[in-house]
């Protein structure tokens, strides 16, 4: 069975940086996460999830929502099955809960709090 679990999250200040990572599991053949495109997603209270950062299969390409451009940096490290996210210059209007998801497959999510 397929799993992802994200970690990092946190409470930080405005200004501050935290590193997600996402780890997965459980794919039947070692390569098979390294084809799929990556993303994190987030969602705050009383919003809607929105994507927050892509990631291609071979890490070349990547893409940010407008509001972390700059601030976001998304990557992944296919033979450990993981993917990160490094967010500094953090704004309270990053709080939210973070997911990773990989085609059909989401992780849990983590609470990232940023306080002003």
């Known amino acids: 069975q397929v799993q992802l679990v994200e970690s990092g999250g946190g409470l930080v200040q405005a200004g501050g940086s935290l590193r997600l990572s996402c780890v997965a599991s459980?794919?039947?053949?070692?390569?098979?996460?390294?084809?799929?495109?990556l993303r994190w997603y987030r969602q705050a209270p009383g919003k809607e999830r929105e994507l927050v950062a892509s990631?291609?299969?071979?890490?070349?390409?990547?893409n940010y929502a407008d509001s972390v451009k700059g601030r976001f940096t998304i990557s992944r490290h296919n033979a450990q099955n993981t993917m990160i996210l490094q967010m500094s210059r953090l704004k309270p209007e990053d709080t939210a809960v973070y997911y990773c998801?990989?085609?059909?497959?989401w992780g849990q999510g983590t609470q990232v709090t940023v306080s002003s």
């Open positions: 459980g794919f039947l053949y070692n390569w098979t996460f390294g084809r799929y495109v």
């Open positions: 998801n990989a085609d059909i497959y």
């Open positions: 990631i291609n299969d071979s890490g070349g390409i990547t």
